[in-house]
T-cell receptor, first 112, second 110 residues
Framework: IAGITQAPTSQILAAGRRMTLRCTQD?????MYWYRQDLGLGLRLIHYSNTAGTTGKGEVPDGYSVSRANTDDFPLTLASAVPSQTSVYFC???????????FGPGTRLTVL | EDQVTQSPEALRLQEGESSSLNCSYT??????LFWYRQDPGKGPEFLFT???AGEEKEKERLKATLTKKESFLHITAPKPEDSATYLCAVHPKGRNQFYFGTGTSLTVIP
């Protein structure tokens, strides 16, 4: 079934540790996005990539980095996790020329 | 500043009791407005895209409408399976990101 997969489903992480959240899509969409969702704040964009090889900063990029080596994969890395990065993280993708973003199932991250 | 406000925060309806959810937005120019449904523990599921004032889209018991300052998601004769959080998002012209509202949590009671 076409769509977006994210891994892991959930993770508990000690503060200061490095963590990479994985996102893979099989729809051949050019654009990909990372959001975090926090109660009362809604979905906020962390980083995006309009096409393989390019990335950009969203609304809340501090403490996060991304790479886009190919069309399908868009990993999000927390270099040194802090408790304020406890959240649910969603990856999304969209096709060039069409705005609609399609979301993955999310990763629930707890930083202690 | 680009901004999206959804109301009410929560809504409880009896099965069959029609109602509307509101999404007010402030953007310098609108490229598109999107409605999503989100079930607990799941990712947002796309429902509708609206591009210009006066546009309407329908899907089963849901109808989305758009004016220059707000969008409504009308739910006709809802069923318990319509219970979810409904999210609204805007894509401003010239920007690379969506702005999401905080959602309306809908509960439909049998």
């Amino acid at each position: 079934i076409a769509g977006i997969t994210q891994a892991p489903t959930s993770q508990i992480l000690a503060a200061g540790r490095r963590m990479t959240l994985r996102c893979t899509q099989d729809m051949r969409h050019n654009a990909m996005y990372w959001y975090r969702q926090d109660l009362g704040l809604g979905l906020r964009l962390i980083h995006y990539s309009n096409t393989a090889g390019t990335t950009g900063k969203g609304e809340v990029p501090d403490g996060y980095s991304v790479s886009r080596a190919n069309t399908d994969d868009f990993p999000l890395t927390l270099a040194s996790a802090v408790p304020s990065q406890t959240s649910v993280y969603f990856c999304a993708s969209s096709d060039s020329g069409r705005d609609t973003q399609y979301f993955g199932p999310g990763t629930r991250l707890t930083v202690l | 500043e680009d901004q999206v406000t959804q109301s009410p925060e929560a809504l409880r309806l009896q099965e069959g009791e029609s109602s509307s959810l509101n999404c007010s937005y402030t953007v310098s120019g609108l490229r598109g407005l999107f409605w999503y449904r989100q079930d607990p523990g799941k990712g947002p599921e796309f429902l509708f895209t609206l591009y210009s004032a006066g546009e309407e889209k329908e899907k089963e018991r849901l109808k989305a409408t758009l004016t220059k300052k707000e969008s409504f998601l009308h739910i006709t004769a809802p069923k318990p399976e319509d219970s979810a959080t409904y999210l609204c998002a805007v894509h401003p012209k010239g920007r690379n990101q969506f702005y999401f509202g905080t959602g309306t949590s809908l509960t439909v009671i049998p």
